[in-house]
Structures are given as structure tokens and as C-alpha cells.
């Protein structure tokens, strides 16, 4: 699902008039680029994704000619982090499209580019393969539209057991999306991955912003049939999707009474449901003949019949199509229709099923420990639970009807800072052991942790009363907290139980 841009476009190309158009509205961040912020490509500010991140290492690429968001990127040799994650603010239920280029540009000294995993909010969204594109000579990048379901949205890279050097990003985009597009798709549950956006006949460049006032990329498509352009513009948001009128300044056509062959996209899918939006307009000058009617097929399977195209033009979607291996779309025009069919633009997402979130109050609870401890693991961002192979480091999760946070292990991990009373959201969390640390501070209040069976802070800087509502946990049958600074007795509630082992 990798798509190519050319890397090579030379710096004294780009336009110098950045302040007189508006920028779309997300996040354009230039990976690696420290503290020079402002990278300008295509009229576009990107700014530095420092404050977005606190893991990575950065560095610049000596390949001349970079478009300058190619030439530095961030990347992550820490083996034992589970994820590296980005955080960015969003607005919470809006639609987000993510993009994510790759220029590996042999920055560690390799001769290959690493592969390994992108995620995005706790779903696995694809494996990063840029082998080939960079073999010739070309970046990569991956895009996925899906919905902010808080007030952050995280972006995450891992390791998985093909990744033999450090994973790195180039550049991450959020472009925020109208609530119209797409909205036949029910973004609670699923995503899009894009696997082709293509302006069929263009020539030369990608179509975007300020052409797509989206920011969305149009890639040009060009086969062996020939191309017509179109005599009357369109008015974008009289489309489904809002694509942008330079999309249908050609198309591809073929001649009179002869059937329409496609081979789009280009490469092979995986067997899976895809998300799938066509775009047509009769290219001639408008009059009560230009229109041209059709039946659209894909793979032999009926899309739809009798299709009649006018100069208006017109979207025609499926929201769930199976789709496997090459595909191939077919125009067949009516009996005797005196034009042949037309193709202006097409769009193809793969519908990707999400996996989940932890629950809330336990993502709450974690990423306040995530601040109040001094130096907690690296990869103590994202959600801290999801994907499974990719949960925080010392987290182990339940995951059945809700994920769940149940176990939390930081026993000797060098960390200071304290234990806030949030800890105490954690209430299917049945062991807490954070020994042999330097934490300090009192002891909270927990007695809402009514799963918790084993507490260990042994070995801390913690002072004060060790809580009375300890003795109110009906499943705690071990608790050590010997070598702090505590004062007090332990609760007689505590004392009192039957087999449980304390240690003060
Ligand atoms: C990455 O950065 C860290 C912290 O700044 C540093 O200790 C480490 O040596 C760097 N790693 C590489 C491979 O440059
Ligand atoms: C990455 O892509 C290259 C080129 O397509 C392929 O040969 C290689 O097997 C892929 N690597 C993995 C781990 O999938
Ligand atoms: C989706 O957007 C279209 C086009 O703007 C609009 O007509 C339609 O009512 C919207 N549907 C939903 C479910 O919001
Ligand atoms: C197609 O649409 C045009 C314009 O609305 C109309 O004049 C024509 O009759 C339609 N053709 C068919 C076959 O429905
Ligand atoms: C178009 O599809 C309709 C309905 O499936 C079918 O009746 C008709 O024959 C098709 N037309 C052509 C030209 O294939
Ligand atoms: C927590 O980690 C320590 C050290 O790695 C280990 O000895 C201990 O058994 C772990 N505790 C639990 C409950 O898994
Ligand atoms: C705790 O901090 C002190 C200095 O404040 C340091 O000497 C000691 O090594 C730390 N202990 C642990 C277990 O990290």
C-alpha cells in the first residue's frame, strides 16, 4: 500500500508566496528537523515534531537536493521500547487524515531500509516496507483517515521480527477532514487506509492542497487508452468527498460503442473489504446531448447500472466492496450509445477494522503516572495497552469486554518521582509492584483497588502513614513495604487478615 513520490525537486522550485494562502487545518510535521522549524514545500509550512515526541534520536541526510522535508528525519534505536509514539492535539470526534512519508536515505550507514510497524491510537494500521521505493530512487508514504476519539491522537512506529535496524519517520501529517467525507463509513469502528487516490489522464504532478482543500494527494493515472479533457469545470462540493476540480480536468475514455477496460490500482490487494469512490463527468460542452450512459463493473461484479453521465458530473460509492489480488474496472456503454464511457477520478481505501481502546479511567489513570513518575519508560505514550504486542513497558492488560490495565511491574527501573492518588482508578489492577525505586512522597489512598492482591513499594523513599484503606482491599494477601521512610503502624484491618503476608 506504499505509494511513490519523486524525491529529486529542486529547492529554488518552490514558490516564495507561503503567507497568501491559507494552511489547511492539522499538523504538518517535518520529523527530525530540531529546532529550525518552516520547512516550505508546495506553498506548505511544516513546523519541527519536537514537542510532539520525547523519544528518537534525529539527524540530517547528506543526499543534495532533498526536498526538505526528506532531508533530516527522527529515528529510534532503543530495542527495548515496545513502540515510539507521537501525540498530537486534535479535535475529539473530528476525522483525521494521517499521513506518514519515509526516506530512509541510508542514515544509519545500511545499504536497506528497516521494516517494521506503523500504529495508529491502538490499532496496528500497517507494516512500513520501503525496500523497493527506495531502491528506486523514490520516498514512500502511507496515509489513513480515521476519527479522534479524544482530545489527543497518538501516532506510533514498533519493531516487529522482520525489523533488523532502527525504525525512523521522515514526515507525519494530520489533515483534518469535513464531517461529510466519507461519512457513510462508521469511523467508531473502522479506518481507511488509502491505497489509491489517482486523477486518471492527469499529467505531471500530484494534485493538492490548495487544489484539494483537504490536503489530499491525487495521484496522475495514465494506461493505454486515450484522454479527453473536460470543457466545463466542476464545482467541488457538489461531490460526494468534495474532490477537487483539477481532478477532473481529464479522463480516460475510450472510443465510441467499445467497452471501457481498467486496471486500477496498479498493484495487487489483499484479500479484504475496500472502500471505493468513482468520479465522472461527460468532458464535452455542455448541451441537452452531453451525457453518456454506462454500467460499471468491477471484477465481472455489477457496481452499477446505467450510469448516466452528465457535464454536472457525478460520484458513485460502495462503502464495504471485497476486493482481492489485481482489479480491473469495466465501463460498458449502452446499445448504441454515440460516445464511449468516461473515468475522471477514483479513490480506493482499504476499511480497517479498529482495535479498540483501554478504558478510559485506566488510560487516565496511567498517563498520570506517566507524569508524576521522574524518567518512566520511553515507551509510556500511546495507549498503554494496545496493540497487544505493543502494550507499555511493566503493563499487562486483560482484554475482554473492556481493556483493562490488571497488572503493573516497575521493580527496579531507577525511577523517582511520586505515586499519585489517580493510581487508585486502576480498579481491576491486581498487582502494584514498584520496588527497589527512589519514589517518594506519601502513600495514596486506595481502597477503590478492590482487585488488588499483591502491593510491593519495598524498597522507596516513601514517607508518612501507610493509608488506613489499605485494609479495606478484600483480595490483598501480600505487602511489602519495608526499607522507606514511613511512620505508623500498619491498619489493624490489615494485621488482622487471614494468610496475608506483610512486610514493613
Ligand atoms: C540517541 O540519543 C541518546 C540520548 O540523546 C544518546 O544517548 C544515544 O547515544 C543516541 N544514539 C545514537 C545511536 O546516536
Ligand atoms: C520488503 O519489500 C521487499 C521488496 O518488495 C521484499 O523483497 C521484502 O521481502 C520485504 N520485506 C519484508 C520483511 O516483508
Ligand atoms: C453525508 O454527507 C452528504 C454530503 O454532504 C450529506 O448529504 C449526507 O446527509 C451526509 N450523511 C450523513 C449520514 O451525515
Ligand atoms: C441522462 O441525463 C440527461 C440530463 O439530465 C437527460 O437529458 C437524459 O435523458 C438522461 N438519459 C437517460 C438515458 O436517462
Ligand atoms: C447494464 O446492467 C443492466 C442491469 O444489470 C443490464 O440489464 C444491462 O444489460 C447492462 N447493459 C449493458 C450494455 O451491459
Ligand atoms: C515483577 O518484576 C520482578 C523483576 O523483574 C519479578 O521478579 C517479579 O516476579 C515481577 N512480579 C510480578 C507480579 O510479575
Ligand atoms: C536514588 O537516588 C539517589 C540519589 O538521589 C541515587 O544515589 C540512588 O542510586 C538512587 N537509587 C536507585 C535505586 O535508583
Given at each position: 500500500m506504499s505509494l511513490s513520490i519523486l524525491f529529486l525537486w529542486v529547492v529554488s522550485c518552490i514558490p516564495?508566496?507561503?503567507?497568501?494562502?491559507?494552511?489547511?487545518?492539522?499538523?504538518?510535521?517535518?520529523?527530525?528537523?530540531?529546532?529550525?522549524?518552516?520547512?516550505?514545500?508546495?506553498?506548505?509550512?511544516?513546523?519541527?515534531?519536537?514537542?510532539?515526541?520525547?523519544?528518537?534520536?534525529?539527524?540530517?541526510?547528506?543526499?543534495?537536493?532533498?526536498?526538505?522535508?526528506?532531508?533530516?528525519?527522527?529515528?529510534?534505536?532503543?530495542?527495548?521500547?515496545?513502540?515510539?509514539?507521537?501525540?498530537?492535539?486534535?479535535?475529539?470526534?473530528?476525522?483525521?487524515?494521517?499521513?506518514?512519508?519515509?526516506?530512509?536515505?541510508?542514515?544509519?550507514?545500511?545499504?536497506?531500509?528497516?521494516?517494521?510497524?506503523?500504529?495508529?491510537?491502538?490499532?496496528?494500521?500497517?507494516?512500513?516496507?520501503?525496500?523497493?521505493?527506495?531502491?528506486?530512487?523514490?520516498?514512500?508514504?502511507?496515509?489513513?483517515?480515521?476519527?479522534?476519539?479524544?482530545?489527543?491522537?497518538?501516532?506510533?512506529?514498533?519493531?516487529?521480527?522482520?525489523?533488523?535496524?532502527?525504525?525512523?519517520?521522515?514526515?507525519?501529517?494530520?489533515?483534518?477532514?469535513?464531517?461529510?467525507?466519507?461519512?457513510?463509513?462508521?469511523?467508531?469502528?473502522?479506518?481507511?487506509?488509502?491505497?489509491?487516490?489517482?486523477?486518471?489522464?492527469?499529467?505531471?504532478?500530484?494534485?493538492?492542497?490548495?487544489?484539494?482543500?483537504?490536503?489530499?494527494?491525487?495521484?496522475?493515472?495514465?494506461?493505454?487508452?486515450?484522454?479527453?479533457?473536460?470543457?466545463v469545470n466542476i464545482t467541488p462540493s457538489d461531490f460526494w468527498n468534495m474532490p477537487p476540480e483539477k481532478a477532473f480536468y481529464n479522463a480516460i475514455t475510450t472510443s465510441r460503442g467499445k467497452t471501457l477496460q481498467i486496471n486500477w490500482p496498479q498493484n495487487p490487494l489483499s484479500n479484504a473489504k475496500y472502500y471505493i469512490s468513482l468520479y465522472f463527468q461527460d468532458n464535452r460542452t455542455p448541451s441537452p446531448y452531453s451525457w453518456r450512459v454506462f454500467n460499471v463493473s468491477i471484477n465481472g461484479k455489477n457496481f452499477f447500472s446505467d450510469l448516466n453521465v452528465t457535464t454536472d458530473g457525478v460520484t458513485v460509492y460502495s462503502t464495504q466492496w471485497p476486493l482481492s489480488g489485481q482489479t480491473q474496472i469495466v465501463l460498458t456503454p449502452r446499445n448504441g450509445s454515440p460516445v464511449g464511457p468516461v473515468i475522471n477520478a477514483g479513490e480506493i481505501m482499504q476499511i480497517l477494522p479498529l482495535g479498540g481502546k483501554t478504558l478510559t479511567r485506566d488510560v487516565v489513570a496511567m498517563e498520570e503516572l506517566a507524569r508524576m513518575f521522574n524518567k518512566p519508560p520511553s515507551d509510556w505514550s500511546g495507549d498503554p495497552c494496545l496493540p497487544k504486542e505493543n502494550s507499555w513497558t511493566g503493563v499487562t492488560c486483560s482484554h475482554e469486554k473492556h481493556v483493562r490495565v490488571v497488572a503493573l511491574n516497575l521493580t527496579g527501573m531507577e525511577m523517582s518521582g511520586t505515586l499519585p492518588s489517580k493510581v487508585a482508578k486502576l480498579s481491576a489492577l491486581n498487582h502494584l509492584w514498584l520496588g527497589g525505586n527512589n519514589l517518594s512522597g506519601k502513600i495514596p489512598e486506595m481502597g477503590s483497588m478492590k482487585e488488588l492482591k499483591t502491593l510491593h513499594l519495598e524498597n522507596n523513599k516513601f514517607e508518612g502513614k501507610v493509608p488506613k484503606s489499605l485494609g479495606q482491599l478484600p483480595k490483598l494477601k501480600e505487602i511489602f513495604l519495608q526499607n522507606n521512610k514511613l511512620s505508623g503502624e500498619i491498619p489493624s484491618s490489615l494485621q488482622k487478615k487471614k494468610g496475608i503476608k506483610i512486610r514493613m
Open positions: 516564495l508566496l507561503v503567507n497568501s494562502i491559507s494552511d489547511p487545518r492539522g499538523y504538518l510535521l517535518d520529523c527530525g528537523a530540531g529546532k529550525k522549524d518552516g520547512a516550505i514545500v508546495d506553498n506548505l509550512k511544516y513546523i519541527t515534531d519536537e514537542g510532539f515526541i520525547s523519544v528518537g534520536n534525529i539527524t540530517t541526510l547528506k543526499t543534495p537536493n532533498l526536498v526538505p522535508i526528506l532531508s533530516t528525519l527522527r529515528y529510534f534505536p532503543d530495542t527495548s521500547a515496545c513502540k515510539y509514539c507521537y501525540v498530537v492535539p486534535v479535535v475529539k470526534g473530528g476525522k483525521y487524515l494521517v499521513r506518514t512519508t519515509y526516506y530512509y536515505g541510508g542514515f544509519d550507514g545500511g545499504k536497506e531500509p528497516p521494516v517494521f510497524d506503523q500504529i495508529v491510537e491502538g490499532t496496528k494500521w500497517s507494516v512500513v516496507n520501503t525496500t523497493e521505493d527506495y531502491a528506486n530512487g523514490l520516498s514512500s508514504y502511507y496515509e489513513i483517515m480515521v476519527m479522534a476519539t479524544g482530545k489527543m491522537l497518538s501516532f506510533c512506529l514498533a519493531r516487529n521480527e522482520d525489523t533488523k535496524s532502527s525504525p525512523f519517520i521522515s514526515a507525519l501529517e494530520l489533515e483534518y477532514m469535513d464531517d461529510s467525507l466519507y461519512n457513510t463509513t462508521d469511523f467508531k469502528k473502522f479506518a481507511l487506509a488509502t491505497v489509491a487516490r489517482s486523477s486518471f489522464g492527469s499529467a505531471g504532478d500530484s494534485i493538492s492542497f490548495p487544489d484539494d482543500e483537504f490536503n489530499r494527494l491525487w495521484q496522475p493515472f495514465k494506461d493505454m487508452n486515450p484522454i479527453v479533457e473536460s470543457h
